[in-house]
């Protein structure tokens, strides 16, 4: 059973950057897109980005032009570079992975098929 495995969480101050990085254990086939998708207990999953199969990167509305998703093919790992970062950015990130298309799980992250235990960040004013 392939794992994932998220890291780089942590406190940033308004306007900072993190990068996230989600590592495979085990070999994804060609068949799974990655992303990322962010929630605090007791709200809704939302979804921040997805690669899709082409290598196009799809964002959520609320962190386009300020997140990147990008993957490194051969180390098999996940990135999330965040930039301009918002209080309300504050959220536990996970790395996803589904055989389904990027565009309909970016707005219905619940359906993923894979994720990991999340990373916490927390962007204070």
């Known amino acids: 059973q392939v794992r994932l495995v998220e890291s780089g969480g942590g406190s940033v101050q308004v306007g900072g950057s993190l990068r996230l990085s989600c590592a495979a254990s085990?070999?994804?086939?060609?068949?799974?897109?990655m992303g990322w998708f962010r929630q605090t207990p007791g709200k809704n999953r939302e979804g921040v980005a997805v690669?899709?199969?082409?290598?196009?990167?799809i964002y959520g509305d609320s962190v386009k032009g300020r997140f990147i998703i990008t993957r490194d093919t051969a180390k098999n790992i996940l990135y999330l570079q965040m930039d301009s970062l918002k209080p309300e950015d504050t959220d536990t990130y996970y790395c996803?992975?589904?055989?389904?298309?990027?565009?309909?799980?970016?707005?219905?992250?619940?359906?993923?098929?894979?994720w990991g235990q999340g990373t916490l960040v927390t962007v204070s004013s």
């Open positions: 996803a992975a589904d055989r389904g298309r990027g565009w309909w799980l970016l707005r219905h992250p619940t359906q993923f098929e894979l």
């Open positions: 690669l899709e199969r082409d290598g196009t990167a």
């Open positions: 085990g070999r994804l086939s060609n068949d799974y897109i």
